[in-house]
């Protein structure tokens, strides 16, 4: 592993006060993403080589899994919990008046285990974890351990990086599981207890439109976030610039490139399971 | 011992005076050149050290011969093997035979000091005798390499940031020294430090020296280190202060050699004297 030129943002080179028109500033971003796709590909197939050839590295991962799991856990719990309400608060008004109050179950469940259950597991993982894995790396970078590695003839990618792909592939499902149940818990209950809708009306419309494909939908999209928002991080923080700033802007590079990946990922892994759903059983009936 | 030759070294032959050799060797990053055309011999159990002004490319060059930063042209032979053709695996496997100690230590802050000296040992792509030593016998192998550099009372279980700058500098060499390397690489030892904590830096590593008979290359902007513990000096000069043809290397021999050295630039260098260059950054 060659690590990258310190100057890799030949942007910095330019002279302060000499502004660039509005076309070259244009074309500079255009290249400069161009070059952060490009490599980001190659990243991933680093990755992928690692994977394939050699044993995990076990303790990188117990403790990249502790931080993903473990410590993400009540975060992602308590998020769940407050969108299941929200949801019930913001669904009663609609539903009560065409009577249709006792079917809220259905809608808040379903939307939680199919869309906010996944995206929001994953957002606050984003946001938690994410970050996190690119400033730490970013320092890592700065203060010359990854070179440091490679000097001592350790690859890092993958010894820090593969790991943590790992434990944020393996968790993220748990997590969401866990948002999903939150989120069921703390709709109902808000909708039973506060807006005293009958408990068994509540889950027995939601028995019959909420399947296991749905949950597996969740599970199913929650695994591509998951590899997204471990392989931005990490590839922000192997490619911080010098400086505070540089890990700062690693950090928010990686969260803000997440988020958007997982709704562009969301929208398009949504499509594709529902046109997958729809070729097996046309019908539109329960596949479990 | 700039000399270039002109004709392709062998790597198939069987023994070479020279552990690292570098064949017009040149780095670019984006426009800027940092190194060009540095053709170096550096010979079995020798110590260079290579001076220089900042940013003049000493680091960037000290990177390319282990494989840490790949040249723009130009190839590194270490052990008469090119680094530029080697596999991952066996890239891996000729670094383990070389130590780094990096300017602020590169010490891993998530591992105690312990582990960062055991973690070559742990690690390492070469199979040597010593990493593959039973658990206890390691740890044994850091205990003696603290006691080596200095620091018989330290807690292994104490974390590198609860470590003064000296302190950190000799668990660095510590590691770097674990798996008795062929070479080992200073990136300005004894930068940031008191003079005693730096002539303790310059001892361990003349002392390392002899006792492993290791190859060492430092570079450093401080004299007297160069001086003490070098007994070849090599001055880079910034190429945007060359002309076209003029060499990188401005200097090149025995450390006795250097105050009777008439080039000018050198003389300001070691006399560490701004000169004109107060008149180009416009202060006077």
Redesign the interface.
Known sequence: ???T???SN?SE?VELNKQPSLLTAVVQRLDRATFVVGDLTLFVFQILSWISSRKLRRGTFI?AAYQIGVLSLPVVGLTGMFIGMVLAVQSFFQFSQIGMESRMGAVINLTLVRELGPVLAATMLAGRVGSAMAAELGTMRV???I??L??????PIH?LVVPRVFAALLLIPILTLMADFMGILGGFAYSHYILHIDAHQYFEFSSQYVTGFDLLTGIIKSLFFGACIAIVSCYFGFHSNRGAQGVGNAATAAFVTSFVMILAMDLIVGISLDKLYYYFNPAGASLF | MTDVPNTMVDTNSTFSPNLVETHELNMR????QVLRDLSVKIRHGQTVAIIGESGCGKTVFL?TL?????PTDGFVLFDQQDLAIQS?QD??????R???V???S?????LTVGENIL??LM????KSSRTQLAPADQWQLVRQAVKEVGLPKISLTQYPADLSGGMRKRVGLARALILQPELV?YDEPTTGLDPIVSDIINELIMRSRLKHRITSILVTHDMKTARKVADRILMLYPLERLNEHESQIIFDGPPSELEHCTDPRVQQFIQGEAGNRLQELDII
């Open positions: 592993m060659v690590s030129p310190e100057i030949p080179s403790k203060t010359e351990q070179d440091a490679n000097s001592m003839g350790v690859n010894f | 990053f984006g426009t800027k990177k282990v494989g840490l930063l790949q991952e890239l891996a496997a000729l670094r383990s070389t130590g780094f990096f300017q602020n590169a010490l891993f802050d998530s973690f070559p690690h390492a792509s070469s690489l």
